[in-house]
């Protein structure tokens, strides 16, 4: 019998020899973590649907920023439940909200902390779309200015980046033209440039208190089924001014992320979203999964796939189990 000459295997004998040739190598410089900040103080809620997720207020929320330095994961992102809710979601560029609150606390007390902060409407209106409504669908064009004015409300607290997840046409550019007429330039825009209407939102909606009250965001999000138009949105969105793209979900849309790679010169972002990271839960709840293994090999396929910058849930764990 001829022996193989080429033994792929030599390079898998020993946890030394693999760590030496691996391809892909995970970091907490790549991960952003994300925050959902509400109202009062000492606030410290799990969300039943994440678990080892919380409802922070902004002192809270502090807290969980440190945790997220001191581990050196190099930004979180920041989503908010609002005091009161109406039918154009005034309270999303209200300066004594949660988000606006928070930021102001963590860059105070970490400057050296990247703050990004969610742009969009649906948590702040009464009806829980991403926008205003005009004969029963969110009116795209008017709605431009209230999202630009809560990316400026975001700036002036002190984000160092804004990040608009409505998917409304021309939004970046309305934001970067108003943020620049008011004289924050150096606020860098992260765009959900493909952002899907996806099913792995569901335990987003309970943390963020944002399901639509009639309807669904399918004229507004991406259909799943569309590559090319993903492509468009991209190149769209660079050309409107957005300084990194990111891809949402992440774990079904793992070919976006790579065609977005290939085809810009611009960071990518990838949100590994709320029921990606409620199914590993679950699963590993049940002992059906050994969670640390599932989640490091989720996050590194993501940036296998081309993302540089991943935002999950996992953060501090997936730091935690990189460092053991």
């Given at each position: ?16 020899i693999?760590?030496l ?54 930004a979180?992102?920041v989503?908010g439940l ?12 209200d ?15 970490m ?16 009806h829980?779309h ?18 630009a004015r809560?990316?400026l ?7 160092d980046?804004?990040?608009p997840?409505?998917?409304?046409d021309g ?9 620049d ?19 792995y ?19 507004y ?5 569309n590559?090319?138009?993903?492509i ?17 979900p992440?774990?079904?849309y ?25 199914m ?8 059906w ?9 989720t996050?590194t396929?993501i ?8 935002i999950?849930y ?11």
């Amino acid at each position: 019998m001829t022996k193989p000459l080429i033994r792929p295997r030599r390079l898998r004998a020993s946890a030394a020899i693999r760590a030496l040739v691996r391809e892909t190598v995970l970091a907490p410089a790549d991960f952003v973590y994300p925050l959902f900040v509400v109202p009062g103080e000492k606030v410290r809620n799990e969300i039943p649907s994440m678990p080892g997720i919380h409802h922070l207020s902004a002192d809270m929320a502090v807290a969980e920023a440190k945790a997220a330095h001191g581990l050196g994961i190099p930004a979180v992102l920041v989503f908010g439940l609002p005091d009161y809710k109406d039918d154009q979601g005034s309270s999303a560029w209200d300066a004594n909200q949660p988000v606006q609150r928070a930021v102001a606390l963590i860059k105070d007390a970490m400057p050296e902390l990247a703050v990004i902060t969610d742009v969009c409407m649906c948590e702040y209106t009464s009806h829980g779309h991403c926008g205003c409504i005009k004969d029963g669908d969110v009116d795209n064009d008017a709605s431009l200015a209230l999202i630009a004015r809560t990316a400026l409300s975001h700036a002036a607290a002190g984000a160092d980046m804004v990040a608009p997840s409505d998917m409304m046409d021309g939004r970046v550019a309305a934001i970067r033209d108003l943020l620049d007429a008011e004289g924050y330039e150096k606020v860098s825009i992260m765009s959900y440039a493909a952002k899907y209407a996806s099913a792995y939102y569901g335990p987003f909606r309970d943390a963020a208190q944002s399901a639509p009250q009639f309807g669904d965001r399918r004229s507004y999000q991406m259909d799943p089924a569309n590559a090319r138009e993903a492509i468009k949105e991209v190149e769209l969105d660079i050309e409107e001014g957005a300084d990194i793209v990111m891809v949402k979900p992440a774990l079904a849309y793992l070919d976006i992320v790579r065609q977005v790679k290939d085809d810009f010169l611009l960071p990518v972002a990838a949100y590994n979203v709320s029921g990606e990271y409620a199914m590993v839960k679950a699963a590993a709840a049940n002992g059906w999964v050994d969670e640390p293994r599932i989640v490091l090999e989720t996050l590194t396929g993501i940036k296998r796939a081309g993302a540089d910058i991943i935002i999950t849930y996992h953060a501090l764990d997936a730091v935690r189990w990189l460092q053991r």
